[in-house]
Structure formats: C-alpha cells, structure tokens
Nanobody, 111 residues
Framework: QVQLVESGGGLVQPGGSLNLSCVVSGELFSSFGMFWHRQAPGKEREYVAYIDTFGNTAYAESVKGRFTISRDNAKNTTTLQMNSLKAEDTAVYYC?????WGQGTQVTVSL
C-alpha cells in the first residue's frame, strides 16, 4: 500500500521559512516524479512545484524564486524549502506522486 506522509508545517511570521518533508512508502520512489500542491481555505487545490526522476524542477509563478523542491531517493523523501513566506502562502500543503496524495500539512503565515 502506497503511503505519502507530509510533515514540517506550522505557524510562521511573514518573511520566515519552513521546510516541508514527504516520506513515501510502498512504491519505488526513484521511479516517480513528485509534486507539491496546496489548498487555501475556500479555494481550489493548486500546483506548487514538481521534481522529475532526474532532479529537474518546475514551479508555479507565485512561488518561483522563494520555494525549492528537492528529493533524496535514498530516504524516499521529497522536501519543499519555503523562504520569504507571505500570508497568501497559508494553505494545507500536499505531496502527490501522480497517483496518491498525502494527508497534508498545515502552513500558516501570520503575525
């Protein structure tokens, strides 16, 4: 059974940083491109970042230059380093392998 488990969310002030992690089990992690998405209250879930099996990355315009996605195949983990956080980054953040979703981790950016 495939499981994706996110962690690292929390409350942070504007301009601060957080590092989210997603540990994947039950599949050959290195064979899958990995996504981060987010869903703010009252809004649709939206794409944030992607990393392919070769380590190539892509980002939504709203986070480009502030967020960095990475992966460690030895640890079956993908991470999302988030810097210069803004109030509009507040959302539940999900990792996704193209088939399965994690349960999400809450990120709140507020004074």
């Amino acid at each position: 059974q495939v499981q994706l488990v996110e962690s690292g969310g929390g409350l942070v002030q504007p301009g601060g940083s957080l590092n989210l992690s997603c540990v994947v089990s039950g599949e050959l992690f290195s064979s899958f491109g990995m996504f981060w998405h987010r869903q703010a209250p009252g809004k649709e879930r939206e794409y944030v970042a992607y990393i392919d099996t070769f380590g190539n990355t892509a980002y939504a315009e709203s986070v480009k230059g502030r967020f960095t996605i990475s992966r460690d195949n030895a640890k079956n983990t993908t991470t999302l380093q988030m810097n210069s956080l803004k109030a509009e980054d507040t959302a539940v953040y999900y990792c996704y392998d193209g088939w399965s979703w994690g349960q999400g981790t809450q990120v709140t950016v507020s004074l």
